[in-house]
């Protein structure tokens, strides 16, 4: 079932399904998609008895498009104004990519707010690039060349992007239906939400999570190194990482039944 959230003067789509359910999963999604991205949990998990709640973040999917907000404080306040719009509590919530970076964010800056545990899946936190105290993650270089290629070609930067996405074999069908989900967002908020890669760290937050924590992350990922996964366990309390060695940026697909499995055993632990 979907509708939509008014918050920060921003309608947010929002999938919510089994709502009934007292056992919700609150996902935020990667760049560029959307909540579909999710779609192979959201198929089993709630024949599990599971809440399966998605967000399209401001700017992607089917939420509106404005030409302002993509740092990620305000990205991580329109999650609080959701969760409060929803009333919810007790909560698991999983963040993918820069999804996983928002869901950072939120801990710190809103302190978890409703939140029992946190699941990290090829996060791109505490920072995305290389900096002179964090050598683990891209060349800010390699950035700067996407944002230009949004400006230029963004359909062909996203057919770049999806062939370094996964590491199975995907088929044709696939791939396409993976390039339409990039092509939901506006070309503005594609390359606002790389710059915030560059401009935006996530150490302190990282230090403020204080929840059970799981952390997956393909050993194959050309998106976020995996490396950083090791970071993320090292710096949170609490946390254990899942190495998956079949998969790429996009666990959630390459190793799909692993992923769902993994995914309830720690909710349910």
């Not at 560029?32 to 401001?58: A, M, N, V």
């Not at 791109?124 to 390699?142: H, M």
């Not at 309390?237 to 309830?264: A, C, I, M, W």
Request: some cysteine; charged content about 25%; glycine content about 8%.
């Amino acid at each position: 079932m979907g509708y939509y959230v008014y918050v920060n003067n921003v309608n947010i789509f929002v999938e919510d399904l089994n709502p009934e359910s007292k056992k919700a999963i609150l996902f935020l999604h990667g760049w560029p998609g959307s909540h579909d991205l999710f779609e192979y949990q959201f198929d089993k998990l709630p024949e599990l008895g599971y809440r399966c709640i998605g967000i399209d973040t401001r700017g992607f999917g089917m939420s509106d498009k404005p030409f302002n907000g993509y740092d990620y404080d305000t990205l991580s306040d329109d999650v609080r104004g959701v969760v409060e719009a929803l009333c919810l509590r007790d909560f698991i919530l999983v963040g993918h990519s820069t999804g996983g970076a928002i869901a950072v964010r939120y801990m710190g800056r809103h302190k978890g707010y409703g939140v029992k545990k946190l699941v990290l899946i090829a996060a791109a936190a505490p920072s995305l690039i290389k900096r002179p105290d964090f050598p683990y993650g891209i060349d800010k270089e390699q950035v700067i060349q996407m944002i230009e290629d949004t400006y230029n070609d963004r359909p062909q930067m996203l057919r770049n992007f999806g062939e370094r996405f996964f590491f199975q074999h995907t088929s044709e069908a696939f791939s396409d239906w993976f390039f339409h989900l990039g092509l939901q967002a506006a070309g503005w908020a594609t390359a606002a939400v790389a710059k915030t890669w560059i401009r935006e760290v996530l150490f302190d937050d990282m230090k403020a999570i204080d929840v059970p924590t799981l952390i997956i992350h393909g050993t194959h990922d050309k998106v976020v190194p995996f490396h950083i996964a090791e970071v993320q366990k090292k710096m949170i309390r609490s946390s254990r990482l899942l190495p998956l060695e079949l998969s790429g940026h996009g666990s959630f697909y390459d190793q799909k039944e692993e992923f769902n499995t993994s995914l309830v055993r720690f909710i349910e632990d």
